[in-house]
């Protein structure tokens, strides 16, 4: 039993960062509007895209229309998503 709970890890924690990116892109718009003085640090979305959430921040940015006239972001995004990609690829072949 806690075999298949340990197979599951990997998918848990993948989709918490994923939700934990979308809603921080998505408080990020709203504060962009609302709260000028609660905006999000650029480094701390792209720290969780690094942590594993560049595939949902990215979808919602482009859903959203937020940091897409940004180069950083519309560069940074697609090459964290890259080197994940790269990443498993890499971590999949040895294993």
């Avoid at 924690?13 to 408080?27: H, K």
């Avoid at 709203?30 to 959430?53: C, D, M, Q, V, Y």
Wanted: glycine content about 8%; charged content about 15%; overall charge positive.
């Amino acid at each position: 039993m806690p075999d298949k709970i340990f197979g599951y890890l990997p998918y848990i924690y993948f989709c918490a960062v994923s939700l934990a990116a979308l809603c921080v892109t998505v408080y990020d718009k709203w504060a962009s509007k609302n709260r000028p003085e609660g905006r999000i640090r650029e480094r701390t979305l792209f720290l969780w895209a690094a942590f594993g959430g560049s595939f949902a921040m990215f979808l919602t940015m482009q859903a959203i229309r937020h940091k897409t006239r940004h180069l950083s972001f519309m560069i940074g995004i697609p090459a964290i998503m890259a080197a994940q990609v790269g990443a498993l690829v890499i971590v999949g072949y040895f294993l």
